[in-house]
């Protein structure tokens, strides 16, 4: 693919991503008895009701640039964690969501990668080139959002998981997390955000079996 095509799919790759990401904590949040989401009318596939004008468009555009791959967020569902029927796990369930939602797009589409040459000899070449390209960018993508969406620092879901599993005794911890997560969350991103791509890596190829096919 060109750099223009390559752009393009991205971007659509990256919506579709964050939209079931967000919607993904929103029925887990309904399933858990709050429907703050569905009263908002977020419990959509419509893109326009997720998008943010950062995260979704200037943010994407600014990672290309930088480094080739796109990077961005939706707006988060609301939900009300006083609704939720488990207050202990609940809120850990429904951060879990949306990293699991990604995680499964990532292992569907990273099988497709390892199986379909094999299932498709007689197919065009330049076909399953394509297509494969594609379903590359998807798993890929994914477990973007997924590993960075678990890094335990608010407001990412990582933290809901980890708040849920803390002692009571080391609350405290939380408490600094919850005061001081923007600027902590800020100085991963900009040091240390480099450090989920091994990760990245080792799982594509895990699920994938083969290096990156883009």
Do not use: C
Not at 63 to 85: D, E, K, Q, T
Not at 148 to 170: C, M, R, T
């Amino acid at each position: 693919m060109d750099s223009a095509t390559q752009f393009i799919f991205q971007i659509i790759i990256l919506i579709f991503s964050v939209v079931i990401h967000e919607v993904s904590h929103g029925y887990a949040a309904l399933a858990l008895g709050d429907k703050t989401a569905q009263y908002a009318g977020r419990l959509t596939l419509n893109p326009i009701k997720h998008l943010d004008p950062f995260g979704s468009i200037l943010l994407p555009i600014i990672s290309y640039m930088l480094g080739g791959v796109i990077f961005g967020w939706a707006r988060p569902v609301p939900y009300n964690p006083y609704n939720l029927s488990n207050q202990k796990w609940g809120p850990a369930l429904v951060g879990a969501a949306g990293p699991a939602a990604n995680i499964s797009l990532a292992v569907v589409f990273g099988l497709v990668v390892r199986f379909l040459p094999n299932l498709a000899d007689g197919a065009s070449g330049l076909f399953i080139f394509n297509f494969m390209t594609i379903a590359s960018t998807i798993a890929l993508l994914n477990l973007v959002l997924a590993i960075f969406n678990l890094v335990p620092i608010p407001p990412l879901d990582g933290s809901k998981v980890l708040f849920a599993i803390l002692p009571h005794q080391w609350r405290g911890v939380q408490f600094f997390l919850e005061q001081y997560g923007l600027f902590l969350l800020l100085i991963f991103i900009f040091f240390f955000a480099r450090w989920i791509f091994p990760i990245v890596l080792f799982l594509f190829r895990f699920i994938t079996g083969t290096l990156l096919f883009l």
